[in-house]
């Protein structure tokens, strides 16, 4: 199974940004759903945004405005741009696929390429 890498995270005060991408080890077909998650300590993995083949894109009410992914399917990498930083963005970021063109939805059990993630730490 083709895994992704994730890396840009780091540490950065409340109201900051960072970018944070992602490329495949392997490849990809071009065009499938991909998507953006996150974990807190002590809880559950949380979809962000997701992105179709199509490049229409979804996002999680928490970061809807604030967030903004994007794919640039000559590199096949996938980022994600977060701006108006809050604490509670803390988390270990992933990037994961699936095998539909389309995102029909945030289960994260049916995406693939769970990479090790990259940290992102905002601080009050």
């Known amino acids: 199974q083709v895994r992704l890498v994730e890396s840009g995270g780091g540490s950065v005060q409340a109201g900051g940004s960072l970018r944070v991408s992602c490329a495949p080890s392997g490849f990809i077909q071009s065009g499938s759903c991909m998507g953006w998650f996150r974990q807190a300590p002590g809880k559950g993995r949380e979809g962000v945004a997701l992105?179709?083949?199509?490049?229409?894109?979804e996002y999680s009410d928490s970061v809807r405005g604030r967030f903004s992914i994007s794919k640039d399917n000559a590199k096949n990498t996938l980022y994600l741009q977060m701006n108006s930083l809050r604490p509670e963005d803390t988390g270990m970021y992933y990037c994961?696929?699936?095998?539909?063109?389309?995102?029909?939805?945030?289960?994260?059990?049916?995406?693939?390429?769970w990479g090790q993630g990259t940290q992102v730490t905002v601080s009050s």
């Open positions: 994961a696929y699936r095998l539909n063109y389309r995102c029909p939805d945030w289960e994260s059990r049916w995406f693939l390429g």
């Open positions: 992105i179709d083949g199509d490049g229409i894109t």
